[in-house]
T-cell receptor
């Protein structure tokens, strides 16, 4: 079974631009979560989606948004990019078993974003 | 405050030596516990997890971890380290009260292996 895939793998943008990252979960997984990894702040939870709905959200500004499609694929968008948004953005997928709050999550390889 | 602590930022061991990476958490109730490994330029690979039951859990690549409720710890161990184990290791907790699928990560421990 294929793992979590993320596109693009690398991206260079300039301040003020916006960017969209894509994540395809493992086949059969219906939950998608996003994390930001930086040397200074480490790994931080951005948000989680299931059934096209955001179920959980971390402490990030509104410039960070996401969505999920009916096939469980997800995108995250960052508007008005800042230098501090340079990071590795990781996507993770899970089964989303009914009634289960915390499940095992499987991570993709990440998208490395550089903001100049 | 809720937190996950990995006290060792960097550890160096010789190939064939045993390894123990420490992880402590601070939460009101026992959370779900995970160890992930990240090789340079890669994503996170799940090594093992603890949800309930036997406090000694076995994972992939010969790793194991022991949950100790009294110490709020979930230390990762391997009896004999291989050069390919050099990577960064992250302890993560999934707080029961944190909402859906939110993982809180420790700062990570970078492992170097000497031949």
């Amino acid at each position: 079974k294929a793992g979590v895939t993320q596109t693009p793998r690398y991206l260079i943008k300039t301040r003020g631009q916006q960017v969209t990252l894509s994540c395809s979960p493992i086949s059969g997984h219906r939950s998608v979560s996003w994390y930001q990894q930086t040397p200074g702040q480490g790994l931080q939870f951005l948000f989680e989606y299931f059934s096209e709905t955001q179920r959980n959200k971390g402490n990030f500004p509104g410039r960070f948004s996401g969505r999920q499609f009916s096939n469980s694929r997800s995108e995250m968008n960052v508007s008005t990019l800042e230098l501090g948004d340079s990071a590795l953005y990781l996507c993770a997928s899970g089964l989303a078993t009914s009634g289960v709050i915390q499940e095992t999550q499987y991570f993709g390889p990440g998208t490395r974003l550089l903001v100049l | 405050a809720q937190s996950v602590t990995q006290p060792d930022i960097h550890i160096t061991v010789s190939e064939g030596a045993s390894l123990e990476l420490r992880c402590n958490y601070s939460y009101g109730a026992t959370p779900y516990l995970f160890w992930y490994v990240q090789s340079p330029g890669q994503g996170l690979q799940l090594l093992l997890k603890y949800f309930s039951g036997d406090t000694l859990v076995q994972g992939i690549k010969g790793f194991e971890a022991e949950f100790k409720r009294s110490q709020s710890s979930f230390n990762l161990r391997k009896p004999s380290v291989h050069w390919s184990d050099a990577a960064e290791y992250f302890c993560a907790v999934g707080p029961i009260s944190g909402g859906y699928n939110k993982l809180i990560f420790g700062a990570g421990t970078r492992l170097a292996v000497h031949p």
